[in-house]
């Protein structure tokens, strides 16, 4: 398992620089978030963060992984969630849920501009893979609020 470590603060002015905060503090502890998601729910395969853009803040995957497509697909899935419940009126989106024959993804916001990602096994609790990502997604905001406050 590999784990990725990227924090960046986007202006939103074209062309300006990229200001990244201190060495390791916040993106270490996102990863810790990760790590503590992983160990709750016991067959959580792989975690990260993407920014809405995909690209990767922090990750725990797989070595066969590509981290930038995983990122890519992550902010995808969620901009065809946010599509799809507005065009239906089904409110604020929750969550991105994938099953497939051997596992499933989760994708969730986890802020104004991140995304929690979340595979697991098929033999994954749901209502438990859920519940640990609802209070991983609170450790994230407020990581991520305090990595970026003025």
């Not at 067959?43 to 922090?58: C, N, P, S």
Request: hydrophobic content about 45%; overall charge positive; glycine content about 8%.
């Amino acid at each position: 398992m590999t784990n990725s470590t990227r924090l960046v603060k986007r202006s939103k002015k074209p062309g300006a620089a990229k200001a990244r905060p201190r060495a390791s503090g916040p993106a270490s502890e996102l990863v810790q978030a990760l790590r503590r998601l992983q160990t709750a729910a016991s067959r959580i395969r792989a975690a990260a963060i993407v920014d809405t853009d995909g690209m990767t803040i922090a990750s725990l995957l797989p070595q066969r992984a590509q981290e930038r497509r995983v990122g890519a697909i992550a902010a995808a899935l969620l901009s065809l969630g946010e599509q799809t419940i507005a065009e239906f009126g089904h409110g604020e989106l929750e969550r991105v849920f994938i099953e497939g024959e051997n596992g499933y993804t989760v994708v969730t916001p986890a802020g104004p501009t991140a995304v929690l990602t979340v595979v697991a096994q098929k033999d994954a609790k749901v209502g438990l893979v859920f519940m640990q990502m609802s209070r991983a997604v609170e450790e994230v905001r407020t990581i991520l609020s305090l990595a970026f406050a003025p």
